[in-house]
């Protein structure tokens, strides 16, 4: 499986590396989604900090460089130990990514997250999010319920570090609390402070901070402390002053304001990981009577941050800046929030990068076909096929060729000795305003939308003659193919040619019983998706959640589709229960064709 490794400070690689073994008490995951923290971004710039070096091993794994990546993941259980009760397989889940020394009190009074040495899967060890795979102990998984999204899902670990800070802050009901900065954290931490009824007031000197916690909800009030006098403003609002503040920025200036806006009695509580000493006016410390709290990490905590957002009371997908595959980690992941850190707050990495058509494969593998992954990938195809099972080969082909399609269609009876159904599922989606389209791009388009799709049904109608008996043709269209998408004309263009070429088929072959379909997904969580997102944002000067809410805004369901969704309906139109159906196209967009 592939996954990102730390090696060095600066030295982040994309590795082939073993799939990991499943030991008793564990549970493997299949990763869905793995957020790129600051801690992340540190290493990478002045690490190793948490990570191991080769002098100075991980004291509790034993681990040196290289070591795996990430820890803000969600995930789906494809395995489960010995010993392990408490979840299945096909479970949604995220990790709670601690690693404690053995015989740490990890009940629910135990503060495990200071037990000595203590670390995190993705730092020190053990595995990380930033893989196709991972195994943990079941006591660090935690169920998630399926109406949450997987990508909003990864968001669940840094939402802890709020919750814990709060929670650390003791409030009585409907405090006043100040959060000063509004980073990643800081927005998390005052969003859990909202949820929870609390008024809250955000110094954030950043215009473009501001208006994203603004967009956000997170507060009621927003200041600029370069322009605000914030200890006189949180006294018009509560003139005894705040109950709580909490210190996101880790300079000299935020933790003053904290101290200066607490009430007599009030409690600071530092959040930001500080890399210099602080200095302190103890003077004003010991007149207020304060309390000062640090806070680290989280501390059975997770189960209380999944129900705040399983009952709405947080949005999490309004913090998701961009979605972006492995292999694009450095370039726009990193060096996005190392550069663009004031609109940048979270970014979710694939590492999988698995589309529809290995979700169609896997869901018809499951329905008990024997499936071929044809693709011009050969390595892709047969990791793929591999991870189906003994059931499933893989055929390199480049699907714009007919002499290539016959000859993989061929290979696939040879191997199985039958044929029954053949998806036409590949395709490429560029974004193309009209004026920038060239030639080369309209062929290359074409060619592979609409031409893989004739050579595929027209090789799959002759095989199906040759070996005596009818079969069914599946076509990808799209929701572009329903309705015009912008900046989208050769893409939309082609999947309209599409649905036109299933129309003529289906009625040209139904008197042989082929029948010819197909399904026209909306706005699906592919790696095809996002690059049409980041494309479309930049070509207005927006970031990539602008790119795809341009998109999904519509969507009468509320949320994206996953590539499970789509294989669904291509395992309906491959089974028997549609054998009645042809020359129709299923779409499957969550109600975006209602807008």
């Known amino acids: 499986m592939r996954a990102a490794r730390f090696y060095d400070r600066g030295d982040i690689r994309v590795d082939e590396i073993n799939e990991p073994i499943v030991k008793a008490g564990q549970v493997g995951i299949d990763v869905a989604w793995c957020g790129i923290c600051g801690t992340d971004l540190h290493e990478f710039l002045d690490g190793p900090i948490f990570c191991p070096s080769a002098e100075h091993p991980n004291p509790i794994t034993g681990e040196v460089p290289p070591v795996t990546l990430g820890h803000e993941m969600s995930g789906v259980v494809n395995f489960i130990g010995e010993g392990v009760s408490g979840l299945k397989v096909g479970d949604h889940v995220v990790v709670e990514p601690y690693i404690v020394p053995e015989g740490t009190d990890t009940s629910e009074t135990g503060h495990y997250n200071l037990s000595e040495g203590s670390n995190f899967i993705g730092l020190g060890g053990n595995g990380g999010g930033l893989a196709e795979k991972i195994s943990v102990d079941e006591r660090w998984v935690h169920k998630i319920p399926d109406n949450l999204p997987l990508d909003e899902d990864a968001l669940i670990e840094p939402l802890s570090v709020g919750y814990h800070a709060v929670e650390r802050a003791n409030l009585s009901e409907k405090s006043t609390v100040l959060v000063v900065g509004a980073g990643p954290i800081g927005l998390l931490t005052a969003a859990v402070a909202k949820a929870q009824g609390h008024t809250v007031i955000i110094s954030e000197p950043s215009g473009l901070r501001r208006k994203k916690a603004q967009e956000a909800q997170v507060a009621d009030y927003f200041f600029n402390p370069i322009e605000d006098d914030i200890q006189a403003k949180v006294h018009e609002i509560n003139e005894k ?21 607490i009430r007599m009695g009030g409690t600071v509580v530092i959040v930001a990981i500080w890399g210099k000493p602080a200095s302190v006016d103890m003077a004003k410390l010991v007149i207020k009577e304060a309390n000062l709290l640090g806070t680290i990490a989280y501390n059975n905590t997770h189960p209380k941050t999944i129900d705040l957002v399983s009952t709405g009371k947080i949005k999490l997908d309004q913090f998701i800046t961009a979605k972006i595959g492995l292999d694009d980690l450095i370039d726009k992941g990193f060096d996005t929030l190392i550069h663009h850190n004031e ?52 055929v390199k082909a480049d699907v714009s060729d007919r002499e290539q399609v016959i000859s993989a269609l061929n290979a696939v009876v040879d191997k199985f000795g039958d044929l029954n159904v053949v998806v036409n599922n590949a395709g490429i989606a560029p974004t ?16 592979i939308n609409v031409g893989g799709v004739l050579w595929g049904t027209q090789t799959a109608t002759a095989l199906f003659r040759k070996l005596g008996h009818g079969g069914k043709i599946i076509n990808a269209t799209s929701q572009a193919g329903v309705v015009g998408n912008p900046n989208l004309m050769l893409y939309s263009s082609s999947k309209f040619a599409v649905r036109g070429m299933t129309q003529i088929a289906a009625r040209d072959l139904a008197e042989e019983g082929i029948t010819v379909n197909a399904y026209a997904p909306g706005i699906v969580k592919t790696p095809m998706m996002f690059d049409i997102a980041h494309q479309v944002g930049k070509n207005a000067g927006k970031d990539d959640e602008w790119g795809m809410q341009t998109f999904a805004k519509d969507i009468a369901m509320k949320r994206l589709s996953e590539p499970e969704d789509v294989a669904n309906v291509v395992s309906f139109l491959a089974g028997p229960d549609s054998n009645y159906i042809t020359g129709q196209t299923i779409i499957v967009d969550g109600g975006m064709q209602f807008h």
């Open 241 to 261: 002053g705040v109950d709580a503040a909490f210190e996101c920025t880790s300079v000299q200036p935020g933790f003053d304001a904290c101290l200066d806006a």
């Open 343 to 394: 609109t940048a707050v979270k970014i979710l990495v694939s590492p999988t990068g698995k589309g529809i058509g290995f979700a169609i494969a896997k869901r018809l593998y499951n329905d008990g076909f024997k499936v071929a992954i044809i693709d011009y990938n050969e390595e892709t195809a047969q990791k793929a096929a591999k991870e189906l099972g003994e059931n499933s080969f893989a």
């Open 432 to 447: 193309t305003p009209i004026e920038t389209i060239t030639p080369e791009q309209f062929h290359q388009v074409y060619n």
